[in-house]
């Protein structure tokens, strides 16, 4: 069952308020979304920005002893006037609970690099973000923000695991998953369930600017593995993930 796109697009945000309470997810491909980025501003450094995914390091954490992941990662905060401000590098934590492969353990990574956490980007990106989740949960006066940078690699023989964990929660309020760039890999379809494990629909991000928005306490997602095309040439997978946890209890919407 594949989901419709939530939204036309000049419909704008209204009608992603829409499908995330209504749904609890929503697919827009990149003729709806980027419109809405642009809207937040110029996405000057886009070339450079998709370039910083050449130098993601290497995951040391997969339980499955896997070498399919590079990833960088960056921890973000709003202040009560919605300023967003990047915080000292710290390790990223997720209890078992939430990810029972990897989880339970202070895992470091590199640091997103100054230039791409800096630029023009990443900034219209999170300030999409704040002021979308924001108006969802209008009571919460700040967020704890999560960037991930992922290359999923796939090789003859050696698929990679976009969700290695299964289909799951992150444990946070909202997420974004927004496409970069695919390069000869086939599959990486996203899924999305209830927490029973009924399907509510899937979708696959093709082209640069698609993009899952996710309202995480409502809906499980996952991704099925991404194979190489054609085995003798480089094959990869990269992905935005950026989540958004309230800094205080959760409250209803509106």
Known sequence: MTFPLAATAGSGVDALHAALDRAG???????????????QGALS???????????????NHMADRGRYRRRRHAV???ARDGDIRRLEHQPHYQSLEYNALNGGIARWFEPVSAAAGEGA?????LTFCRDLFGALAPSVSGWRI????????????????????????????????????????????TTIHLPDGTSL???TLRQPFDAALVDDARV?????????????RPAYRDVLVVTFKAQAPRVARR
């Open 121 to 125: 980007s990443l900034r219209v990106i």
């Open 45 to 59: 450094d886009w070339g450079a920005f998709a370039d910083s995914w050449n130098t993601l390091a290497m995951d």
């Open 201 to 203: 629909g899937q979708f």
């Open 220 to 232: 499980c997602h996952g991704v099925t593995p991404v194979e190489p095309i054609d085995p003798a």
């Open 146 to 189: 999560e960037v991930h940078q992922f290359r999923i690699e796939a090789r003859a023989g050696e698929p990679g695991l976009p969700t290695p964990e299964g289909v799951h929660r992150d444990g946070v309020d909202y997420v974004l998953v927004l496409m970069i760039g695919r390069h000869n890999i086939a599959s990486g379809t």
């Open 25 to 39: 997810f929503c697919f827009l491909d990149a003729v709806q979304m980027r419109p809405l980025l642009q809207a």
């Open 76 to 78: 973000f905060v709003t």
